[in-house]
């Protein structure tokens, strides 16, 4: 140990190689305690793309554009900010009717999303529109993604570690909801699906939103057809089109209503 203190003697020894896993620790219990003081039992996870704007933005984009190509993009961008619409009436239905705005002190189904702009933005914006705590695992980045003004401030999180961060977004959801998205969202979506389909992990709902998006970017018949995937496999996830169609669904598969339904 003596050798070991003298080797990492002028150098941040938190910081070190051998102090990793103390870090991953660390960074682990920091959100798992102020979750469970918050009382937030379980989560419905929210992913998509950080690219897509709300519709403000999206509007005000369009008014600058000057060139034609500039045109064209915003005017893609006013388009898919209906997803951005989709996503806050997301948040505000689950936070309403889920469990977050009990007073028991136990809250079921809080929003969580990785606490960026976009998609993620809408779904904690529709929970703070609903007057229930949202969940922000925000993540470091080399261009720095600062956290969206919709998180609740104490149930926002910033992690160094992607490991951990994806621990957090799995050990308390219920369900998950994905969103039109690029690398990051296949990658979230993707990882649950395999422990899904490994019953590594409890057999959640999962719910795509567009169908035009996923039947166009993703050929899960394909997989099927060519034997990577079962038959059975196709029935991991559901595709959706709209906040109360995917209520509907998640209800359908099971997803556990804690307190009663609100009148719209």
């Known amino acids: 140990m003596a050798q070991l203190f003298a080797r990492l ?10 102090m990793r896993a103390m870090r991953l620790a660390l960074e682990f219990s920091k959100a798992d305690l102020a979750l469970n ?40 961008q006013k ?16 936070s309403e009717r889920g469990g977050a705005l009990t007073g028991d002190g136990q809250r079921q189904n809080v929003i ?8 993620m933005e809408g779904a904690n914006r529709g929970a703070a529109e609903a007057g229930a705590p949202s969940i922000g695992f925000n993540i470091v980045l080399p ?9 609740t401030p104490d149930l926002t999180f910033c992690f160094h570690y992607f490991a ?12 998950l909801a994905i969103f039109p998205g690029g690398l990051g969202t296949m990658d979230e979506l993707f990882e649950i699906l395999a422990l899904k389909q490994t019953r590594k992990c409890a057999q959640m709902p999962v719910i ?9 970017v993703v050929n899960f018949t394909a ?5 990577m995937i079962d038959s059975q496999d196709a029935g991991l996830f559901e595709i959706v089109d709209s906040a109360e169609e995917a209520w509907d669904a998640l209800v359908r598969r099971g997803l556990t209503v804690h307190t009663p339904l609100r009148e719209p």
């Open 9 to 18: 003697r002028g150098r941040g020894f938190l910081q070190s190689d051998e």
């Open 37 to 76: 003081e918050k009382g937030i039992v379980s989560t419905i996870v929210v992913f998509g793309s950080s690219r897509i704007l709300s519709p403000e933005q999206a509007e005000e984009a369009l008014s600058r554009a000057q060139d034609s190509g500039a045109v064209e993009r915003a005017k893609k």
């Open 79 to 94: 388009q898919l900010s209906a997803w951005y619409q989709e996503a806050r009436a997301f948040g505000r239905i689950v």
């Open 112 to 119: 969580v999303t990785g606490g960026g702009p976009g998609i």
């Open 143 to 151: 261009i720095e993604q600062p956290p969206n003004p919709y998180t």
């Open 164 to 175: 951990i961060r994806k621990m957090h977004f799995a050990m308390r959801a219920n369900a």
């Open 208 to 216: 795509l939103f567009s169908r035009e998006y996923w039947r166009t």
């Open 223 to 227: 997989l099927e057809d060519l034997g």
